[in-house]
């Protein structure tokens, strides 16, 4: 089983940029194809990012294609979530998410283990 904790969340304005990490403990996270979810209040959470448990396949939404890097850095047991040209509707909490599914995938389910999440606010 793994843990996940998420990191690097604050208040930025439209336009610029934040690195969120998410830090894996119990298990190596190399193990595990992960994923960047968000979710705003009263909404369901939408499938952001994800990463292939090799590292060679990535996975946007729409949404954040273009903007939105996934990476993952095995040594020190980190994915991150690099995040540019935020805009106003990025604004929600942010959670990373494993699978021991091969590809990287949207689909929520699959996921089975979850971060505690991080606030992400752009102001305009």
């Known amino acids: 089983q793994v843990q996940l904790v998420e990191s690097g969340g604050g208040l930025v304005q439209a336009g610029g940029s934040l690195r969120l990490s998410c830090a894996a403990a119990g298990r190596a996270v190399s193990t595990y194809t992960m994923g960047w979810f968000r979710q705003a209040p009263g909404k369901a959470r939408e499938f952001v990012a994800a990463i292939s448990r090799s590292g060679e396949s990535t996975y946007y939404a729409d949404s954040v294609k273009g903007r939105f890097i996934i990476s993952r850095d095995d040594a020190k047991n980190t994915v991150y979530l690099q995040m540019n040209s935020l805009k106003p509707e990025d604004t929600d909490v942010y959670y990373c998410?494993?699978?021991?599914?091969?590809?990287?995938?949207?689909?929520?389910?699959?996921?089975?283990?979850w971060g505690q999440g991080t606030q992400v606010t752009v102001s305009s």
């Open positions: 998410a494993a699978t021991l599914m091969s590809a990287p995938t949207h689909i929520r389910s699959v996921y089975d283990y």
